[in-house]
């Protein structure tokens, strides 16, 4: 058990719709990030969160929108969907840790939710 | 653009042997890299990393080698059991993140350990 929960695990919506996908990240930990996994695709960094203020952005599409909240869980807004929006999408935390560099790049990542577009 | 590559989708590797999954960067910046091992209806958890000051670094079983000139790195797995089937992803990063860093994940391969 990493520690992130993901919420729901599965998702069936019809196109046009709107989801919310929630993340609570790892005690302690202040960063949280979003990753989409297509079919044979690698994981793509859609965006990255830091004690509530966005901090870096991917290829994440105008109709995708994240919020990290004072309690540091998150939530990833993907609306007007599209077939091609099915996917895994993933969030991870990480926590930077002063005195340890590599310590602050490594991801802890929940199991997931399957999102499936009909 | 592809900047971390791992140009094997799947790989077979009897029980006992060694498995060795490679993988390619293209942006010289980076300095840090790391592995993940997938399992299906998980997440990805983090496997072991090397920075660039080494060229490897061994935990147990598993060992990180990492050739800069060449822009490569690999992962050895010996002996391979079965427990280590699963997609392994390669990932690359500034070991000193900036704000527009990001952590550059490849494709994945998906390790077989056959019986």
């Known amino acids: 058990d990493s520690g992130v929960t993901q919420t729901p695990k599965h998702l069936i919506t019809a196109t046009g719709q709107r989801v919310t996908l929630r993340c609570s990240p790892r005690s302690g930990d202040l960063s949280v990030y979003w990753y989409q996994q297509s079919l044979d695709q690698g994981l793509q960094f859609l965006i990255q969160?830091?004690?509530?203020?966005?901090?870096a952005k991917g290829n994440i599409l105008e109709r995708f929108s994240a919020q990290q909240f004072p309690d540091l869980h998150s939530e990833l807004n993907l609306s007007s969907l599209e077939l091609g929006d099915s996917a895994l999408y993933f969030c991870?935390?990480?926590?930077?840790?002063?005195?340890?560099?590599?310590?602050?790049?490594?991801?802890?990542f929940g199991a997931g939710t399957r999102l499936s577009v009909l | 653009d592809q900047q971390v590559k791992q140009n094997s989708p799947s790989l077979s590797v009897q029980e006992g042997r060694i498995s060795i999954l490679n993988c390619d960067y293209t942006?010289?910046?980076?300095?840090?890299f790391l592995w993940y091992k997938k399992y299906p209806a998980e997440g990805p958890t983090f496997l072991i990393s090397?920075?660039?000051?080494?060229d490897k670094n061994e935990d147990g079983r598993f060992t990180v080698f990492l050739n800069k000139s060449a822009k490569h790195l690999s992962l050895h797995i010996v002996p391979s059991q079965p427990g280590d089937s699963a997609v392994y992803f390669c990932a690359a990063s500034r070991l000193e993140m900036n704000r527009d860093d990001k952590i550059i994940f490849g494709k994945g391969t998906r390790l077989h350990i056959l019986p």
């Open positions: 942006n010289s910046m980076f300095d840090y």
């Open positions: 090397i920075s660039s000051i080494k």
């Open positions: 969160y830091y004690n509530g203020e966005e901090r």
């Open positions: 991870a935390s990480s926590h930077p840790v002063a005195g340890s560099l590599r310590a602050k790049n490594i991801q802890y």
